[in-house]
């Protein structure tokens, strides 16, 4: 949590923002008289408006935090007229899960709208909200969506001097239906959902959307049978760690307002600067808020942590029998792909630096990096079940973990051939000619033919230039990393269903 690269200290900024802008929503919620559970309802809003809108653009960002009341006022409203009608409830929320993964497809946006949907189902029963408080929820929502976009958007808004990391568009599977994963997942995170409804019912009739809320949370931002598994196994660890807290924090409070309410603070900044680099902290961070929200409404004590405990694990269970029994992403096909796309990734930053090197100014090798740097993490988060220290195959975790290294190493040299190539003294060499189509050679060996050369033969000065010596030290760096990895990639399946 404490070691993890923060570029710029964004992250920290982030959650800054977070804590300001669902504590003016909050605050402003009780200064215009709402009740307890409204307010609750507008901070879990505004909280989900700052954490899962991620367009990549300002603009984009605004438009999606606009259309968030779009779907949830409805959501609210049917979970609401449904409380007292448990069939239906049940059917009409698997259909909003369904269709909240679904969503995925139309990507950031998408994957916003059907969080907020879902959350927002899930709202109403955590508060076990009615018809008559429909007025008050709606009040909430508004006033809380209107003032975190005030922060995120005029007061703070970070994005317009600094850019979000690049976020790599999803490597679909090729075809479309259910080789599609977002539809993929609809089914299995509907099925999950719907065991841990059932199984969730049979431990609680009060508190049964744990099981629920578990279950759709482990599918959010994965994309593999092995992430989903590895996924549920940190929200567990999460859970407990969170539960201990709890008892030792929580429950000795008894919902004392104004320790709760520094205490909560605290739990969003965790929520928020720990989302990227741990599952499990945000889990953790996720479950000593709930226990002191459970506080504020004065039902909190140890019981029912330990049920929150049993749900967690029921909603766990459910989604690891989804991915294994209902149309299954295998690790392998997932892995193969973000590796490909890194190493394209790596060829376009060699490309681009060699003809930037050559003379052409219009060719910026740092947008390359940059998202090699982007893949290279979606790598990391499809590699994480192979090297886990639970998993028992020794020869795949080591062969993994090599693959890692290496495009670690690709990544070093990349990031260093951009950096020479920004410097205005640097003078193109013609022995960068010959590197760099034995970097082109070396991808193609891997992944195939390459979209485009990196140099042509006219564009190769003659002569030795020494500003040119740190550009050839790391495309000598890039040669080695990628003819390395021909071993792990070529000499036996370093993925397995």
């Known amino acids: 949590m404490f070691m993890a690269p923060d570029p710029g200290l964004f992250?920290?900024?982030?959650?800054?923002?977070a804590v300001l802008g669902i504590?003016?929503?909050?605050?402003?919620?009780?200064l215009a008289g709402l009740s307890l559970p409204a307010?609750?309802?507008?901070?879990?809003?505004?909280?989900?408006?700052?954490?899962?809108?991620?367009?990549?653009?300002?603009?984009?960002?605004?438009l999606t935090t606009a259309l968030l009341p779009v779907v949830g006022l409805p959501v609210l409203a049917l979970a609401t007229a449904l409380h007292g009608m448990p069939p239906l409830r049940d059917g009409t929320w698997l259909a909003v899960i369904f269709c909240g993964v679904y969503a995925r497809r139309w990507g950031p946006r998408g994957h916003a709208l059907g969080i907020f949907a879902f959350m927002m189902f899930f709202t109403t029963q955590f508060l076990h909200a009615v018809p008559g408080q429909l007025p008050q929820l709606y009040a909430a929502l508004a006033l809380s969506l209107a003032a975190s976009s005030v922060v995120r958007f005029g007061a703070w808004c970070i994005e317009r001097r600094t850019p979000l990391p690049a976020a790599p568009a999803p490597a679909p599977l090729d075809g479309r239906g259910l080789a599609r994963p977002a539809t993929r997942q609809a089914f299995q995170a509907t099925a999950a959902c719907a065991f841990a409804l059932s199984a969730g019912q049979l431990l609680s009739h009060d508190r049964w959307y744990w099981a629920v809320g578990t279950a759709w949370w482990i599918f959010v931002n994965t994309a593999s049978r092995g992430e989903t598994l590895i996924r549920g196994f940190r929200r567990v660890v999460g859970t407990v760690t969170g539960i201990v807290a709890g008892l030792l924090i929580a429950v000795p409070l008894h919902g004392a307002p104004a320790p709760t309410a520094a205490l909560v603070a605290v739990c969003v900044f965790g929520i928020f600067y720990t989302a990227a680099p741990s599952y499990s902290w945000m889990m953790f961070f996720v479950t000593v808020m709930a226990g002191l929200l459970y506080g504020l409404l004065g039902v909190l004590h140890p019981g029912l942590l330990g049920l929150r405990l049993a749900e967690t694990g029921v909603?766990?269970?459910?989604?690891a029998l989804a991915v294994a029994l209902i149309l299954p992403i295998t690790t392998h096909a997932v892995t193969d792909r973000w590796v490909g796309r890194a190493l394209h990734a790596v060829h376009g930053c060699t490309a681009a630096a060699a003809r930037r090197l050559a003379g052409d100014d219009r060719a910026d090798p740092a947008p390359r990096a940059a998202e090699?740097?982007?893949?290279?993490?979606?790598?990391?988060?499809?590699?994480?079940?192979?090297?886990?220290?639970?998993?028992?195959?020794?020869?795949r975790k080591?062969?993994?973990?090599?693959?890692?290294?290496?495009?670690?190493?690709?990544?070093?040299?990349?990031?260093g051939l951009a950096a020479v190539a920004a410097d205005p003294d640097a003078s193109h060499d013609a022995r960068l000619t010959a590197a760099?189509?034995?970097?082109?050679?070396?991808v193609e060996t891997l992944v195939g033919a390459v979209p485009e050369r990196a140099l042509t033969a006219h564009?190769?000065?003659?002569g030795h230039h020494p500003g040119a010596e740190q550009a050839l030290a790391h495309l000598h760096g890039l040669e080695r990393a990628l003819v390395a990895l021909a071993t792990p990639l070529r000499g036996s399946r370093l993925m397995s269903a």
């Open 11 to 17: 992250r920290l900024r982030v959650s800054l923002r």
């Open 23 to 30: 504590g003016l929503a909050v605050t402003l919620s009780e």
């Open 39 to 62: 307010s609750i309802t507008g901070g879990l809003a505004a909280l989900l408006a700052l954490f899962t809108v991620g367009d990549p653009t300002v603009r984009g960002q605004a």
């Open 315 to 319: 909603g766990a269970l459910g989604a």
């Open 372 to 395: 090699l740097e982007a893949l290279l993490g979606r790598v990391r988060m499809a590699l994480a079940p192979l090297v886990h220290p639970l998993n028992p195959m020794r020869a």
């Open 398 to 415: 080591a062969r993994a973990r090599q693959v890692l290294a290496l495009l670690d190493d690709c990544a070093r040299e990349a990031r």
């Open 436 to 442: 760099c189509r034995r970097v082109e050679t070396a």
């Open 459 to 462: 564009q190769a000065a003659q």
